[in-house]
């Protein structure tokens, strides 16, 4: 089904506002997919705050002109979904993650940053840990000289207390 010129510009404004709040751009043929496996895809994306779409590429390049994804239009050709995230790595570890289990999926090009991804570019991306586990990480490296520095006091502490008992212990018998 086509579109007419007002719905194209509709589709093209709304591409064009997620991929201005959007820090990546990843975009993967889907040929082959089931439609069950392709609603577990977008649940699974939904959830973790990626918008997938599936688009007519031509609007995808229009949408894209001029911006940070721009560098990525000579790839959009085929059926492609396009997976856009505000979070880094969300979108590269959705696609990547999905497509490990299900070989049609398959990984085309991505872009983070102005720069573009090829297919290991994407993977790297998206082995990155997500910004929470690495604030996690921070604080325990943080908080670890001061977890150390508590137990050799308390373990001083304990051998002073003990050391004083046995003074009190001896001068008692005497």
């Keep these: 089904m086509s579109l ?13 506002s997620l991929a201005a709040k959007a820090q990546t751009l990843v975009i993967a043929e889907y040929r082959g997919i089931t439609v069950a496996d392709m609603t577990k895809l977008r649940a699974d994306a939904r959830s973790k705050g990626v918008s997938l779409s599936v688009l007519k590429n031509t609007l995808a390049r229009r949408a894209v002109a001029g911006g940070a994804f721009d ?16 979070d880094a790595v969300a979108a590269a570890k959705v696609v990547a993650d ?8 398959v990984i085309r090009a ?25 604030l996690a990480q921070v604080c325990g490296l943080l908080m670890s000289p001061m977890s150390r520095t508590a137990v050799v006091l308390g373990a001083l502490a304990a051998k002073k207390s003990e050391g004083s008992a046995e003074v009190a212990a001896e001068t008692a018998a005497a």
Excluded: C
């Design 4 to 16: 007419n010129r007002s719905e194209k510009e509709a589709v093209i404004n709304e591409v064009t």
């Design 71 to 86: 560098v990525v239009a000579d790839q959009m050709t085929g059926p492609l979904i396009y997976g856009f995230s505000e």
């Design 98 to 105: 999905f497509a490990k289990t299900n070989d049609k999926l």
């Design 110 to 134: 991505g872009a983070f940053g102005g720069k573009a991804l090829d297919v290991d570019g994407v993977k790297q991306l998206a082995n990155i840990p997500s910004k929470e586990v690495l």
